[in-house]
């Protein structure tokens, strides 16, 4: 009897996931908005998460979008006060210039991050929470 695979969490899945290209698809075509938005911004939620990125952080990157576009923040030196999380947040910053053809992407753009930023803190909160039994 072959052995039964391993189990893996939903946080280890989505870590998994390509997110640089469901920002190429999702922030220009209609059909993978959705997966963008979704899949795409836990998984960001969860990489980032798991390097102590705080929400703020990436909440300042999306008001950096919004003042200078995508282009401009992905080559920030420091978009994030740690290098592997920087290094993740430019790729996924460069993927997403790489596409941006018109003001609307980069709004769309900055409101994935803030999504990034929401999601970020309500998993701390849930964290919290847990370890105060409540």
Do not use: C, K
Request: charge should be negative; charged fraction near 25%.
């Amino acid at each position: 009897m072959p052995a039964t695979p391993a189990t893996r969490t939903d946080d280890e899945v989505l870590a998994g996931t390509d997110v640089a290209v469901l920002l190429r698809y999702g922030l220009t075509q209609d059909a993978f908005h959705t997966a963008l938005f979704g899949d795409g911004a836990v998984a960001a939620a969860v990489t980032l998460d798991r390097l102590g990125v705080v929400p703020r952080s990436v909440a300042y990157v999306a008001e950096i979008v919004r003042a200078g576009g995508l282009a401009y923040a992905a080559e920030l030196p420091e978009p994030l006060p740690s290098e592997e999380a920087a290094a993740h947040l430019r790729d996924w910053l460069r993927a997403a210039a790489q596409v941006a053809t018109d003001p609307n992407t980069e709004t769309r753009a900055a409101r994935w991050l803030d999504a990034v930023a929401e999601l970020i803190g309500l998993r701390r909160a849930a964290r919290t929470r847990t370890s105060e039994g409540t």
